[in-house]
């Protein structure tokens, strides 16, 4: 190895130590900021949702449209309930399949990746991920419903990331309120079934 390739691999390393060091003290400061006595305004922000949704979006239908355009957004999606709400006359295999397809339309069209779980206790039969569209199919695991694991998910992401969890489920709203904007299956559906 020539003397120039060993000097610029040591700045490679350097830089890289550089970066972990200063991910590390992000994710530090992050930590104590999530744990903050909460007063009367960090409440409010708290609770707040990550992405504000214009006034102008004055139905459910284009709040939904603007959030799944929202740059560099992740849709969580609790797979089985909105597979069953959009396609209730076929089986299950099919009818994840057919969410899978359709999501992967939408994120084609937008800038969103979506991230959905089926329920492994209902059926181990899972389409794929399609990486190249930016969706990844996951399959909770006994002991793990699939709600626990959506909102699982939803934690993983930093407060300031936008994230919109689709669901129809009142419990999964709540507890992600201040990580994630809430959107109703129905008028997710609507966005490509209508």
């Known amino acids: 190895m020539s003397f120039q390739t060993a000097a610029i691999t040591s ?3 350097l830089l890289q130590q550089t970066v972990d060091s200063q991910a590390e003290r992000i994710r530090c400061l992050e930590n104590l900021v999530d744990h903050l006595p909460l007063d009367e305004t960090t409440m409010r922000l708290h609770k707040s949702p990550p992405i ?6 004055s139905t459910e239908l284009e709040e939904a449209e603007y959030l799944v355009n929202v740059p560099g957004v992740v849709l969580i999606l609790s797979g089985d309930p909105i597979a069953s709400v959009g396609w209730p006359s076929i089986e299950v295999a099919e009818r994840r399949g057919a969410l899978v397809y359709n999501v992967a339309r939408l994120c084609s069209r937008t800038s969103a990746s979506a991230q959905i779980v089926f329920d492994g206790n209902t059926s181990g039969i ?6 190249e569209y930016n969706v990844e199919v996951r399959l909770s695991n006994q002991p793990v ?5 959506v ?3 939803v934690q993983t ?7 919109v969890l689709v669901t129809n489920n009142e419990a999964l709203k709540s507890v992600s309120v201040g990580r994630a904007n809430c959107l109703d299956t129905e008028f997710f559906l609507d966005l490509f079934l209508s």
């Not at 504000?52 to 979006?57: G, I, K, Q, W």
């Not at 992401?157 to 994230?163: D, Q, S």
């Open 11 to 13: 700045e490679l390393t």
């Open 52 to 57: 504000d949704v214009p006034a102008a979006c």
């Open 126 to 131: 899972c389409p794929p991920s399609l990486y």
């Open 145 to 149: 419903s699939s709600d626990q694991a």
């Open 151 to 153: 909102h699982e998910l």
């Open 157 to 163: 992401y930093p407060k300031k990331k936008p994230v």
